[in-house]
């Protein structure tokens, strides 16, 4: 009996090595294909760089490759512990929100003194108006505010609700992105390119987004850098951080406010649909070759701000949308990551 069950575990083991060899092989297989595809354009390539270098001179760009390279570095900072934690499913929910958020607060614009209820007093419809116009001119603050809000909500459903952590999400994000498109559409006179909003664009940054999106991302990164430590506890072992006297809670709610502001200031750039590729892909990189905390992070964070420049060269080039550009190299850069961790999972 004992001889027939090792044999059982052999073949078992056997076959599953079997499966990781194959698999092995089809990722370097798909990366083979795309190393020839580059080598026959090479030419192209070069071109591509050398059409990106002259784009670089518009000043549009320039600021859309700074807000995206500091943008990157928080998405793939905050990436690493969200997927450790299986929260990475909150990004693209909190994306949504923004997007209906941000709707509303452009339809804000269209409200006016005598549009509001007749027994107001004028000057109350007056302060209102003006106020709603102000949202209107700068939705970027009133964007923050509510998917910050909406981040913590989701937080505390999903720890005191009886509804799973992914069924809290998926109801709140459809939920805002139903609202989103139905404000947009239902608002008259209001010209905006939905398309925009949820692919992203390099164009859909103003002067006032940039200011704003470089100074949240320096917050990011600072609160990051103080709490590393805290934030690492709270990821690898929460019970133990919670035994030891951490304030689990307290830095789950930083995590979950970070994450807002990340995904608030790079929806603009990556678009709402698209943003959370931005906190999943280099993190998932990371993990395929590397083991440690420190690495992945620092590993996810090169990952990042590499797939963002290559990948706004690729818009600019090619006129592709920015957020589908960035995720398709991504998605290029996932593989070949792949494709070097099963082998080394072989040896």
Known sequence: MADL????????KEKGAGKGRAS?????????LMLLWLLF???????AFVAFGEYLQYKFIRRALAVGILVSLCASLLGVSLVLKRYSMIGDGLSHVGFGALTIAMAMGYVTAESLPGFLPQGTREGIAALCAGIAGNPLPFTLVIVVL????LLRLSERSAMRGDSVIAL???????????VT??????NVDVS??????????????VYVSVALSVVVLVLFALFYSRIFAVTFDEPFARATGVRVGLYNMLIAMLTAMTVVVGMRMMGTLLISSLIIFPALSAMRVFSHFRSVTICAAVVSVVCFVVGLMLSCVYSLPTGAG??????????????????????
Request: hydrophobic share 55%.
């Open 5 to 12: 069950l090792t044999r059982l575990f052999a073949a078992r």
């Open 24 to 32: 092995a092989v089809a990722l370097w297989c798909a990366l083979a």
């Open 41 to 47: 354009h090479l030419n192209a390539v070069g071109e």
């Open 150 to 153: 909406c981040a913590f909500l």
């Open 172 to 182: 709140i994000s459809t939920s805002a992105l139903a609202a989103g498109v139905v």
């Open 185 to 190: 559409s239902t608002t008259k006179g209001m």
């Open 196 to 209: 925009n909003y949820m692919f992203g664009s390099i164009l859909a940054m103003s002067s006032s987004d």
């Open 326 to 347: 960035i995720v398709a190299v991504n998605l290029a850069v996932f593989l070949g990551f792949s494709a070097v961790g099963a082998t080394r999972r072989q040896r």
